[in-house]
């Protein structure tokens, strides 16, 4: 009995498998089609000073709007765009729109400091990267400040060396970089005062946190601090509530964004130029 049991769990585990290889099988052909009938769009986020309260800056975070499934969240199909190497179109059409975007708030008047855009390891590793994209941003007019590249510590899991050198090479191009998810991931400090950087985002599971737990406090309080000696500014992701934005703001934290001031919308409200 026991091991008839044993034998319909297994096979069961394995028929659970199969139905998540072909779940897998059927998201990358539709992920593959629907990078060719324009079912990826990007939603934006604001960006925020903490004392002045500006718009700093705009998160551009991809949405898949899928004609049956309705939309889909990054989380679920970015790692299988990574896996199957089709981030590298996707990130592309990300970057392609999000440029194309911000010429078009610019050309209509509206002030955009910046626009963020998430990049893989897979991506910015790519040999012709940085050509590619310097003729992209040309492409559309854009000064290449108006750009921030965000990056995640794994980054550096593969190959440092050229990571480090393809940062540099961004940063002298004239991009603005910025470490997102900052305290998750592999870090190390010596790694991280190596590199170019203009912001630092403090991860979101911190933020969540603030008031209920000394240590998270405490961790704050050293990333805003680790992050202004290092000569960046500090970012926190995830503002959801008025405490939090206090604590950041006591704190000296630069800058923020998050539910409170804003969620991620086709499209955010832009103030005009004026004069
Ligand atoms: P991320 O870059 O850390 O983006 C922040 C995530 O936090 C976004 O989730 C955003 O919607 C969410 N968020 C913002 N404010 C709040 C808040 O106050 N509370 C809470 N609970 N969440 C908040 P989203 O849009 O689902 O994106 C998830 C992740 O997917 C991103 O995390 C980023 O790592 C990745 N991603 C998004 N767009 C792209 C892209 O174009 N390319 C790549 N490679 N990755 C992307
Ligand atoms: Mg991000
Ligand atoms: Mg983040
Ligand atoms: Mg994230």
């Known amino acids: 009995q026991a091991k008839r049991l044993g034998k319909n769990t297994y096979q069961i585990y ?6 998540q290889m072909l779940r897998d099988f059927e998201l990358e052909q539709e992920l593959r089609l629907a990078l060719n009938t324009q079912q990826i ?84 590793l790519q040999a012709d990267f940085i050509e590619q994209l310097n003729l992209l941003v040309d492409s559309y007019g854009l000064h290449r400040q108006r750009l921030e590249l965000e990056i995640t510590e794994n980054l550096l899991q593969q190959n440092p060396d050229f990571a480090f050198q393809q940062l540099k090479s961004l940063r002298l191009a004239g991009y603005r970089l910025a470490l997102d998810d900052f305290g998750t991931g592999y870090s190390s400090l010596n790694r991280l005062k190596l590199m170019p950087l203009d912001r630092i985002k403090i991860d979101k599971s911190f933020i969540r946190d603030i008031g209920k737990n000394t240590k998270d406090d405490a961790i704050i309080l050293s990333i805003i601090n680790l992050g202004h000696s290092l000569g960046v500014e500090v970012l926190a992701e995830g503002v959801e509530t008025a405490q939090q934005d206090r604590f950041l703001r006591h704190h000296g934290c630069d800058t923020m964004q998050g539910y409170l001031l804003g969620r991620p919308v086709a499209q955010p409200e832009l103030q005009r130029r004026t004069g």
């Open 14 to 19: 394995q028929q659970a498998q199969t139905e």
């Open 41 to 124: 769009q990007l939603h934006y986020q604001p960006q925020y000073h903490l004392t002045t309260r500006e718009l700093c800056g705009l998160e551009a975070l991809v949405r898949w709007q899928h004609p049956v499934r309705g939309m889909i969240r990054p989380d679920h199909f970015i790692p299988l765009a990574e896996e199957t190497q089709m981030i590298i179109p996707l990130g592309w059409q990300v970057l392609d729109q999000a440029c194309r975007q911000t010429a078009q708030w610019l050309e209509e008047g509206y002030q955009v400091p910046c626009v963020a855009v998430n990049i893989s390891p897979l991506q910015l």
